[in-house]
């Protein structure tokens, strides 16, 4: 790593560490019907673009999916279909760069798990817009203050360069915390030439802590989760299919992925990363702006693991 590269990252992890546990001021979440993955969703993410006011022109965005392991009957990684929409959204909004960037955690030749998830197909010229993050250029970012038992991690200089972080993570449970959304996607900037595969410094750590750690690194990433069809059970890898739908957006990823918690009838009060990140009276429902369609109108429960059944939504729970 050059010195002007350290200069330059050591600039942007200052002004990250300024971000970390300022008052939050709960941003819009959107909640939009999609049926498929169809050529609808081009159009879908201009609209989001618009409705959230994204100003991208002449910056620097990065697109971060959830890329993580490949079966041909599971329902695993975000759908190519809605990065591309993504990708062609932000460049029509007068983006300078759109990168789409992932550093897997299981799978080590992510070039590999990208074609077998249909990356290469759905996106053209794939190779010359996507950085594997588990060996991009890194620098160290001290955490000014920490949930987990970290105080500092190295990170690809590709996020910690970019004017605006896309999470873009597939709506589904999670074996450990309940829930894998928008800040739990945050795992994948974790490079894995520096903490190996399967990153488990972030387990002993504590996942749920260190998903807060990141998302204060980020408290403002923008999110676009596949909800057209999740998974439910013994996610992220292991479960079933769960249609629900939808897309959920916002600029808020407590909001987002709290709306989501609803929408799969997982209570996120019960959340513990999300109560790391937020206090109580933000996780309150009536919090959150939230419009297009009703949480009630699109909740799906999503069947849990029975050591998590304590996170399920009480019955009566307020979805409206």
């Known amino acids: 790593m050059t010195r002007r590269r350290w200069v ?3 600039g942007a992890a200052a002004v990250l560490g300024g971000c970390e546990r300022k008052p939050r001021k709960t ?36 697109l971060k999916p959830n890329l993580v392991e490949f079966d041909e009957h599971a329902v695993i990684n975000t759908n190519p279909k809605l990065i591309h929409a993504a990708l062609e959204g932000f460049r029509a909004a ?5 990168q789409i960037a992932e550093g897997p955690g299981h799978r080590r030749v992510t070039l590999d798990l990208a074609d077998a998830a249909g990356y290469f197909s759905a996106v053209p010229r794939f190779e010359s817009v996507f950085t594997d993050l588990n060996l991009d250029e890194v620098t160290k970012v001290r955490f000014r203050h920490s ?27 999670h074996h450990w915390v309940g829930a894998t959304l928008s800040m739990k996607n945050l795992f994948g900037i974790v490079p894995g030439a520096v903490y190996g595969w399967p990153k488990n410094v972030l ?29 439910e059970g ?6 079933r299919s769960r249609p629900v739908g939808v897309i959920v ?11 989501c918690c609803r929408i799969m009838r997982i209570d996120p009060l019960r959340v513990q990363y999300l109560r ?13 702006a939230q419009f297009g369609e009703s949480i009630a109108s699109v909740a799906t429960e999503f069947a849990l693991l029975p050591r998590l059944s304590h996170l399920r939504l009480a019955k009566g729970g307020k979805t409206s």
């Open 203 to 231: 387990h002993w750590a504590g996942i749920d802590e260190t998903i807060a750690d990141l998302h204060n690194l980020f408290p403002r990433a923008f999110s676009i989760v596949d909800g057209i069809v999740g998974m």
């Open 249 to 259: 957006a916002g600029a808020d990823p407590v909001a987002v992925d709290a709306t």
């Open 276 to 288: 790391l990140s937020a206090p109580e009276e933000q996780l309150a429902e009536e919090s959150t």
């Open 234 to 239: 013994n996610g992220p890898i292991q479960g």
């Open 147 to 173: 949930n987990s038992k970290l105080d500092s991690l190295f990170l690809p200089n590709t996020i910690l360069n970019c004017d605006l972080l896309v999470s873009l993570p597939k709506m589904k449970t």
């Open 27 to 62: 941003a819009p979440v959107s909640i939009y019907r999609a049926a498929s993955y169809s050529d609808d969703l081009y159009a879908l993410v201009a609209r989001i673009i618009a409705d959230h006011k994204l100003d991208v022109r002449g910056k620097r965005v990065v």
């Open 94 to 98: 007068g983006a300078s760069d759109v």
């Open 8 to 10: 330059a990252g050591a």
